[in-house]
């Protein structure tokens, strides 16, 4: 049934993006209708369960009564435990104030760009980095200003080119570690420089830590590390990575005092507030005990090897070591497909769910990734089926 004559969407719905994850995985589940087998290495989900105590905590809240509305910004009682938190695994100290709670990380990043750019703004971002970024400046009417990540640095930036790309128009910087899709991570000497360099600039920055907890080695570094910038970087972070929550939708950030109010009134025009059941529970995460997070990197850490060590015996494909996070973005750019065909077709022919790296940008041309959130035997099929169709090329 066509629309009747007239009836226009927005021309603004044409500048909103979107995450090919999730594209992909519905084509996965509707060839595993037909009775498919397919391996899913597309999609960025922990395989582990929420943990029991953090589960039981959200129905005992249910059961308590606490189902109903409470305020926009967040449970005072979560507030605090996400500061001490932060405090906790990152060394920042912010009041339990300027902690702000969302239906997830990714509305707060969203609300973010919204608060703070306008037409006529820049907006440094990582490339290939998480497409959400790009989407949101773009649909602000900002300028997307790609910070290209490098190989050769293993998925670092340059600072001098960070440096190059700042100007008087630079509106908010966007860094991310470690990193969707490379699995690369700032070391804590490239954090702490990086901090100084934005600290001559006028910016705000969103600093995306959301897989923090997944770093292999040494611990979590910060922008917000450095004094005075945390008084103009919303530090992001969430439930779903580190404690297996994705479907809970709960995330937090420590925000600077000017935003606190705007992002609010984000909420309150939009979701209202994060079921309190759900609030308890995220406070029972983060206060409670904390083996599953550290069983889940180790095992993600073993994974890693299995998968690096896999890909680089697929001829023409190679893989730097991820450092963070469960994510492989290896090249492909020596076989005689784009990434995008060959993506397309390990899915169709393989059964095999991948992604194209250009899928996060423009700098992911010649790149695969692949999230190895998945159990190991069946990372060693999806790893035996890619080898097989490739030596057919």
Not at 63 to 80: I, M, N, V
Not at 197 to 222: F, I, K, M, N
Not at 330 to 349: F, T, W
Request: aromatic share 8%; glycine share 8%; with cysteine.
């Amino acid at each position: 049934m066509r629309p009747a004559t007239g009836m226009r969407l927005a021309s603004s719905v044409q500048r909103l993006g979107t995450e090919t994850a999730f594209g992909v995985l519905a084509r996965a589940r509707e060839l595993e209708r037909q009775g498919r087998d397919v391996v899913h290495l597309e999609i960025g989900e922990p395989d582990y369960p929420t943990p029991a105590h953090v589960v039981e905590a959200a129905a005992r809240a249910m059961r308590d009564g606490h189902t109903g509305y409470c305020p926009s910004a967040g449970l005072h009682e979560l507030r605090e435990s996400a500061a001490a938190y932060f405090a906790r695994t990152r060394g920042i100290e912010v009041d339990p104030d300027r902690v702000v709670v969302g239906n997830g990380a990714k509305p707060l990043l969203f609300f973010t760009i919204l608060a703070t750019c306008e037409p006529g703004d820049e907006v440094v971002y990582p490339d290939p980095g998480f497409p959400i970024y790009e989407s949101a400046i773009r649909w602000v009417g900002a300028t997307p200003v790609p910070l290209p990540l490098r190989e050769e640095r293993d998925f670092a930036f340059e600072l001098d080119e960070l440096a190059s790309l700042l100007s008087p128009h630079t509106k908010l910087v966007i860094l991310n570690s470690p990193q969707n899709p490379t699995g690369g991570a700032l070391t804590p000497d490239e954090t702490r420089a990086a901090a100084e360099l934005l600290a001559t600039s006028g910016a705000w920055v969103l600093s995306d830590e959301v897989y923090a907890r997944l770093l292999y080695e040494g611990e979590p570094a910060s922008v917000a590390q450095t004094e005075g910038l945390l008084e103009r970087t919303v530090v992001l972070d969430g439930l779903s990575k580190t404690y297996a929550m994705t479907g809970w939708r709960c995330g937090f950030a420590a925000v600077p005092e000017p935003l606190v109010e705007p992002l609010v009134r984000f909420l309150v025009n939009s979701t209202s507030c994060v079921p309190p059941f759900v609030q308890l529970a995220a406070i029972a995460a983060l206060d409670g005990p904390q083996d599953q997070p550290e069983a889940m990197r180790e095992e993600y850490r073993a994974r890693r090897e299995l998968v690096v060590s896999g890909l680089d015996e697929i001829p023409g494909v190679s893989c730097r070591s991820p450092r963070g996070a469960f994510y492989a973005f290896p090249n492909v750019s020596a076989l005689p497909l784009s990434e995008h065909e060959l993506a397309h077709r390990l899915l169709e022919e393989a059964g095999v769910a991948v992604l194209a790296g250009t899928a996060f940008g423009r700098y992911g041309a010649g790149h695969l990734r692949i999230s190895y959130a998945t159990a190991p035997e069946r990372l060693e099929l999806g790893l035996a089926r890619m080898r097989a169709f490739v030596e057919t090329l």
